[in-house]
């Protein structure tokens, strides 16, 4: 079965600085995705960045990076240079290679950004 | 606006009602997916569609949930005789599946239903 974990109920970062989310999952899948999304208070859950299994390189999305480290099965994200918009919901996600491509999240993280 | 759209954003009904939500998604997309996020969880896989077909449902999906999407275009999820459990965010998104590409979903903003 897959498993996505994040162990960071709610963060704090000062705005102009970064931050970093963890993530870790589990899976027998050899192929898989890994994603991030944020969701604002007002719900809409929006993609901000993915990571494939056999990607080489870590991913990169403007001021987001994903921290991937496969033997140790952790995906966090980085956010550099927070501002007070990055304050919201964070969750990682995860979708294996059967054929629905559904995703399994995580509990998410609350990150608030102080000016 | 191209994206992903709901209706009703609220609902609230009183136990035992039946409530309809509706979801278009971006035009182009075959894939249709709904998903549940009860308060402080991440969202959790219902169902999906590919086109009209119905391929997939969670053991979440009691009998008292129905999906449709008819012609492969919009989506309507049933909840008949709601309970106070039915109490949740349901979300629906969207994808283009092609043979090896496209994996990311896109989400509406959700229907936030509450039961009394």
């Known amino acids: 079965a897959q498993k996505i974990t994040q162990t960071q109920p709610g963060m704090f970062v000062q705005e102009k600085e970064a931050v970093t989310l963890d993530c870790t999952y589990d899976?027998?899948?050899?192929?898989?995705?890994l994603f991030w999304y944020k969701q604002p208070s007002s719900g809409e859950m929006i993609f901000l960045i993915y990571?494939?299994?056999?990607?080489?390189q870590n991913a990169t999305e403007g001021r987001y990076s994903l921290n991937f480290q496969k033997a140790r099965k952790s995906a966090n994200l980085v956010i550099s240079a927070s501002q007070l918009g990055d304050s919201a919901m964070y969750f990682c996600?995860?979708?294996?290679?059967?054929?629905?491509?559904?995703?399994?999240f995580g509990s998410g993280t609350r990150l608030l950004v102080r000016p | 606006d191209t994206g992903v759209s709901q209706d009703p954003r609220h609902k609230i009904t009183k136990r035992g009602q039946n409530v309809t939500f509706r979801c278009d998604p971006i035009?182009?997309?075959?894939?249709l997916y709904w998903y549940r996020q009860t308060l402080g969880q991440g969202p959790e896989f219902l169902t999906y569609?590919?086109?009209?077909?119905?391929?997939?449902k969670s053991r979440l999906l009691s009998d008292r949930f129905s999906a449709e999407r008819p012609k492969g275009s919009f989506s309507t999820l049933e909840i008949q005789r709601t309970e106070q459990g039915d109490s949740a965010m349901y979300l629906c998104?969207?994808?283009?599946?092609?043979?090896?590409?496209?994996?990311?979903?896109?989400f509406g903003p959700g229907t936030r239903l509450t039961v009394t």
């Open positions: 035009s182009e997309h075959n894939r």
């Open positions: 990571q494939g299994s056999y990607d080489q």
């Open positions: 996600a995860m979708r294996g290679m059967d054929s629905s491509y559904k995703l399994i």
């Open positions: 899976t027998s899948d050899p192929s898989y995705g």
């Open positions: 569609f590919q086109n009209e077909a119905q391929l997939e």
């Open positions: 998104a969207s994808s283009l599946i092609w043979a090896d590409t496209s994996y990311e979903q896109y």
